[in-house]
């Protein structure tokens, strides 16, 4: 026979530097199902580095111990926010993501280096520092229009699309007079200003959607006035997605991939995804979802008759 967990309330802290609508209804959702919620400004936590015992300090106090950490560290604090992380983790505190997951996924570079050794699809995509380098550069990536992107990039603001070979290395030139770290991709033509959102929860796919650009924009980001409907996935943008989460371990992640002709093409793995856009695309509570998978995660698993008697 098997016993159900007693439910009890968790404490919880999310870490994130905006009331934003994400923020919002994480409070809202775990406050419902009975939990203490604490928001916690990333940027004003600090810390004693010391070989006792790791300890955040809040506003002149020292945090307690969280049953679980919900981080959402913004692009802008990634260095800081994961060094806050990391003390959580020391504490051996339940992170929904890890510090070195969150970390490897904002860096475009790195996480396109850590997909590909997975053999997970992506566009092809191409590195380089020096000028000197620009032509050869264009060259691995081929003879079509090319996507020039900057390594920091979020909502589709560094992104642009080169239609020749002249035009991608003026962007090139521009992006590295300004000293800006980018990244070069074949364009995907066929995706036709489409993307899809996977969301990954523990190790599911539990919602996605179809975000589509306005106008003649190539980028679908929300942000950049793209729309968003709920679609169907094959098993393979399923599979593709799943692992491209489990690359970084992420508890909590969204994926977004193009179709190509050839398959599925991962373009990132956000370890903040934003819940408005998801949860009103696709009427899915992915907040209770997330609080569905820390309860398993962190509550006292039930006592079986087996092991006590
Ligand atoms: P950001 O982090 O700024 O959102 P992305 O890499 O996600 O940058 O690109 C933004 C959008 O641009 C994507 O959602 C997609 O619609 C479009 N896009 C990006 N890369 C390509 C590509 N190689 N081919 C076709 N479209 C692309
Ligand atoms: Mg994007």
Known sequence: MKLAAPARSLRIAVLSREDNHSTRRLVTEGEERGHTIEVIDTTRCYMAINTLAPEVH??????????????????????????????????????VNGSAGITASRDK?????????????????????????????????????????????????????AETRKAAQSVIDAFRGLRANFLVQSFVKEAAGEDI??????????????????????????????????????????????????????????VDLLRAHDGPKVLEVNSSPGLEGIELATGKNIAALLYDAIERKVRPAPVRKRRTA
């Open 58 to 95: 809040y506003d002149g106090t020292r945090l307690p111990r969280y049953d679980a950490v919900i981080p959402r560290i913004g692009p802008s604090i990634t260095a800081y926010g994961t060094a806050v992380l990391r003390q959580f983790e020391s504490l051996g505190t339940h992170c």
């Open 109 to 161: 570079l790195h996480a396109h280096q850590l997909l590909a050794a997975r053999g997970i699809g992506m566009p092809q995509t191409a590195f380089a520092a020096s000028p000197k380098d620009t032509d050869n550069l264009i060259g691995l990536v081929g003879s079509g229009p090319l996507v020039v992107k900057l390594l920091e990039s979020t909502q589709g603001k560094g992104v642009v699309l």
């Open 197 to 254: 959102r996977c969301l990954v929860v523990d190790g599911k796919v539990v919602a996605a959607m179809k975000r589509s650009a306005s106008g003649d924009d190539f980028r679908s980001n929300l942000h950049r006035g793209g729309t968003a409907k709920p679609v169907r996935i094959t098993r393979e943008e399923r599979d593709t997605a799943l692992r491209a989460a489990r690359v970084f371990n992420l508890g909590l992640a969204g």
